[in-house]
Each structure stands twice: as C-alpha cells, then as structure tokens.
C-alpha cells in the first residue's frame, strides 16, 4: 500500500494495510497504526506516533522540530490518537523539553486545511478545527471544541470543552467550557446551548450552565465570588464542576 515513489525509512513502523501515497516522507522514529491513510507529498517526521483510521491530506508536515529557538535536537515527540482527519496544509510540531515534551492530538478529531499545532499543545476529542486556525504553543483544548477559521490562539491559553469561537477570533486569555466567544479582543457571548443538546445534555443541566454563566458574566461579581456561587451549586449540578475546575485552575485569566 505505499505508493513506489514514496520514501519510508527502513526504522519506520507502520501497521500492514497503512497507504502512503506518492513523493510522501516517512520518517526513522514514525510509527502509523491500522487503517491510516498518508496521502500524496506528506512528510511525517520525528518521533511521531499516530493511531489508527486517520485520514491525512496531501502536504501535510508532521513531526518537525518546533519554532523554538531553545530546541536543541531533545527526542521530544507527536502523539496522534485514532480516527482524525487532518486536511491540506497542516503543520504539527513535536513537543519541547521546557514543557511536556510532546505535542499531543486525541481522537475524532476534524482539523481542516492550513491548521498550525505548535509545540507542545494538548487537544482532546472531537473537536472540530476550521481552515487556518492556529494554536501557538503549550495551548490546551478541551473536548469538543470548535474553532472557527483564522482563530488565533496566544501561547499558554486554556480552552474549555464544548466551546466555539467566531470566525477571526483573537484569543489572548482563557475560554471557559461551554461558552460561545468571538472577536478581537475576544468577548463571550453566551454558552453553546445548541451544542450541549447535540451532545445529550438535558434541559435542566443546560439550564445551570445559563445560570452559571449569568453568575460569571452578567451579575457584576468578581471572578472569586464568581466562582463561589457556581461552587455552591456543584451538590444538583455536577455538570458544573468542569467549570468550577477550569475556573480555578485559570492563570493568564479569563476572556470577560
């Protein structure tokens, strides 16, 4: 299943049915799980692992040394989990020893064309990705996030779960889980209910995001007391606690 003009190195591991396409780049310390598919002119680098059922689109550079001057050739790595779609243009970075060490991808994730992964960033499950949005590094992403394009995501920022931001959002602080967010400078704008019920979130417990997120954005509380009235409301909404923990958890602080 690789294609005859492709070079894979004699060291690389990848599983028996995985298709390399043509002029592809598979490197020493790569190892490609069942189902994977590498399409044309994708160069796969460094010690990078990726899992099974993903689909890569045409050039694709994945597992280059990151855009950190203080790399100095550490065996960092890149992590990618199963069932992916990485489209055209997509560049992810390995990790950096100042941090930890690998940059990481979970599963089921929709990443589309020109997205940049920068070194060391963490991004969960199901989450979407749209054209040309870029993560700086040590950037998080919690599950189910959706990224619209050109979003811009400064280094060290959090980003919650079941989150979405606006096309050309400039992000600069962190997202709370389950907030609608958007433009430059970033603001909120209400919590993803819609999402929430794709995912089988019921009625009641989206009614206590809204009301927790009136607490954080619309009662003019600081964020300590903030976070203090959402805490009390943790015994019948343990939804919450996502929120309580991320909020706790904050250091560049929160987009408000």
């Known amino acids: 299943m690789i294609h005859p003009t492709a070079i894979v190195h004699s060291n690389a591991i990848l599983a028996d049915d ?75 970075n390995l990790g950096t020893a100042q941090d930890k060490g690998v940059t990481r991808v979970g599963d089921h994730n929709w990443i589309m064309a020109y997205v940049h992964l920068a070194h060391d960033c963490q991004v969960g499950n199901h989450t979407i990705f749209a054209n040309n949005a870029q993560l700086a590094g040590h950037v998080e992403v ?21 989150i979405i931001t606006g096309m050309g959002t400039i992000l600069l602080q962190d997202v709370p889980p389950y907030v609608l967010a958007s433009g430059n400078p970033c603001v909120p704008h209400g919590i993803n209910s819609e999402g929430l019920k794709r995912r089988d979130f019921s009625s009641a417990k989206i009614m206590a995001i809204k009301r927790a997120y009136k607490d954080l954005y619309k009662s003019g509380l600081s964020l300590d007391d903030a976070i203090a009235s959402i805490r009390l409301q943790l015994g019948e909404h343990s939804e919450l606690q996502p929120l ?5 958890a904050s250091e560049r602080g929160i987009i408000r």
């Open 18 to 92: 995985v298709e390399v396409g043509a002029y592809s780049l598979i490197g020493e310390h790569v190892e490609i799980g069942a189902g994977t598919v590498v399409g044309p002119h994708v160069v796969i680098n460094g010690h990078t692992r990726i899992g099974r059922n993903n689909r890569i689109f045409q050039f694709c550079s994945l597992g280059e040394i990151p855009q950190d001057k203080k790399y100095a050739n550490e065996p960092t790595r890149l992590e990618i989990g199963d069932h992916n779609t990485i489209r055209e243009f997509c560049t992810f």
């Open 142 to 162: 919690g599950d189910y996030a959706i990224l619209g394009g050109f979003t811009v995501v400064h280094q060290f920022v959090r980003i919650g779960a079941h």
């Open 244 to 248: 309580v923990d991320f909020l706790s």
